[in-house]
Nanobody
Framework: QVQLVESGGGLVQAGGSLRLSCAVS????????MGWFRQAPGKERDFVAA????????YQADSLEGRFTISKDNAKNTVYLQMNNLKPEDTAVYYC??????????????WGQGTQVTVSS
């Protein structure tokens, strides 16, 4: 079992930055892949980025144009999503997720409760 708790969302002006955190707990968490997803109002949940606990390999959605960076702190059992040059279209609820196996954009079976990010123009 894996438990995920997101934090760090809020209101920011366009061009600003936010760092989301996902506190992770669970006996086998180090064998998992961690991902960030987002869901805007009226839209489907989209993949943002993923990272492996072991080795730290990462993958992110091309549409982000390098503005977002996923990272982790093994000592704190925390995964981060650094978001820079935020745009109004980045407004969404951001979710942390976990899965076993390889990095992928789907197949995640553990989810956090989500944190709201609102970018004003």
């Amino acid at each position: 079992q894996v438990q995920l708790v997101e934090s760090g969302g809020g209101l920011v002006q366009a061009g600003g930055s936010l760092r989301l955190s996902c506190a992770v707990s669970g006996r086998t968490v180090r064998t998992h892949v961690m991902g960030w997803f987002r869901q805007a109002p009226g839209k489907e949940r989209d993949f943002v980025a993923a990272i492996r606990w072991s080795g730290g390999g990462t993958y992110q959605a091309d549409s982000l144009e390098g503005r977002f960076t996923i990272s982790k702190d093994n000592a704190k059992n925390t995964v981060y999503l650094q978001m820079n040059n935020l745009k109004p279209e980045d407004t969404a609820v951001y979710y942390c997720a976990a899965k076993t196996g390889t990095i992928a954009t789907s197949g995640y079976n553990y989810w956090g409760q989500g944190t709201q990010v609102t970018v004003s123009s």
